[in-house]
T-cell receptor, first 113, second 118 residues
């Protein structure tokens, strides 16, 4: 079993839809949870960061962490064509700068006008 | 100008050739990383460096070597390229120290170097 599992999709939704992206993990020591967004032909960029459990909201984006279930989610409200990208979850026990950040495979999202 | 610059952006080479991918950064970060991205496999860490005198192997270092020439420069070498090293390679940087408070441990990525080994 991989440490981090993420459905690669692709996922196609109409503009305005609510999108739910998810990852599961097996390492109970993970405390730092991140979502990176990667546009085509670009490097990933940090979208959301959460420490430990709970929710975090930033505009149309909400990140949720359920450590008891080892499950994290990213919700996108009122999705826009500009949200079309690959979304990678990432997590670690010591923060991403420790060289131990584990990435999911990424979910490719397409938002159709 | 990009904060993290990778050269070349695209390279096609033949089996057995030596290849160097270069990365330079203007973010002033001490920590630098090389990742490889393959379809269906995601991002995997090849090597990382916490400062000029510190080099560490990542998950998939076999067949690769690195050099940290300065705080701002970190290069990745393939001594004898093979076809299964065909991939998209990313350099990244981060601040030092454990994540927490204002330091999220965020990685700042370059735009990638696409390498094809024939």
């Amino acid at each position: 079993q991989k440490e981090v599992e993420q459905d690669p999709g692709p996922l196609s939704v109409p503009e305005g839809a609510i999108v739910s992206l998810n990852c599961t993990y097996s390492n109970s020591a993970f405390q730092y949870f991140m979502w990176y967004r990667q546009y085509s032909r670009k490097g990933p960029e940090l979208l959301m960061y959460t420490y430990s459990s709970g929710n975090k909201e930033d505009g149309r984006f909400t990140a949720q962490v359920d450590k008891s279930s080892k499950y994290i989610s990213l919700f996108i409200r009122d999705s826009q064509p500009s949200d079309s990208a690959t979304y990678l979850c990432a997590m670690s026990d010591g923060g991403g700068s420790q060289g131990n950040l584990i990435f999911g495979k990424g979910t490719k999202l397409s938002v159709k006008p | 100008d990009a904060d993290v610059t990778q050269t070349p952006r695209n390279r096609i080479t033949k089996t057995g050739k030596r290849i160097m991918l270069e990365c330079s950064q203007t973010k002033g970060h001490d920590r630098m990383y090389w990742y490889r991205q393959d379809p269906g496999l995601g991002l995997r860490l090849i090597y990382y460096s916490f400062d000029v005198k510190d080099i560490n192997k990542g998950e998939i270092s076999d067949g690769y070597s690195v050099s940290r020439q300065a705080q701002a420069k970190f290069s990745l070498s393939l001594e004898s390229a093979i076809p299964n090293q065909t991939a998209l390679y990313f350099c990244a940087t981060s601040e030092a120290g454990l994540a927490g408070g204002s330091n999220t441990g965020e990685l700042f990525f370059g735009e990638g170097s696409r390498l094809t080994v024939l």
